[in-house]
């Protein structure tokens, strides 16, 4: 049974740091990708980023870009969002999901529980 656990939400002011986990456990993930979605109150959910498991390969939503970073380590089976410059407008639940890299974009099959990002203006 595949799951997520995304850890490392919090409330913080803006133009601080963040970094959230994704602790991924229950198959091997090799052509996989990770994904970052979110979704604020009153919105629907939208892409943030991903990485593919194997070879790292990174895309980012526009309005992330240049702010946030994607990583993993494959040791931990863990991927990471690493969010700077944060906004009062990255306030959001965030959502890790997993997908095979042949189903993308659509593909994420398993998701996490979210966890909660607050900033403060």
């Known amino acids: 049974q595949v799951q997520l656990v995304e850890s490392g939400g919090g409330l913080v002011q803006a133009g601080d740091s963040l970094r959230l986990s994704c602790a991924a456990s229950?198959?091997?993930?090799?052509?996989?990708?990770m994904g970052w979605f979110r979704q604020a109150p009153g919105k629907e959910r939208e892409f943030v980023a991903a990485?593919?498991?194997?070879?790292?390969?990174?895309t980012f939503a526009d309005s992330v870009k240049g702010r946030f970073t994607v990583s993993r380590d494959k040791t931990k089976n863990t991927a990471y969002l690493q969010m700077n410059t944060l906004k009062p407008d990255d306030t959001a639940i965030y959502y890790c999901?997993?997908?095979?890299?042949?189903?993308?974009?659509?593909?994420?099959?398993?998701w996490g529980q979210g966890t909660q990002v607050t900033v403060s203006s």
């Open positions: 999901a997993a997908g095979a890299i042949a189903t993308m974009p659509d593909g994420f099959e398993y």
């Open positions: 229950g198959r091997t993930f090799s052509n996989y990708a």
């Open positions: 990485i593919t498991w194997t070879l790292g390969l990174t």
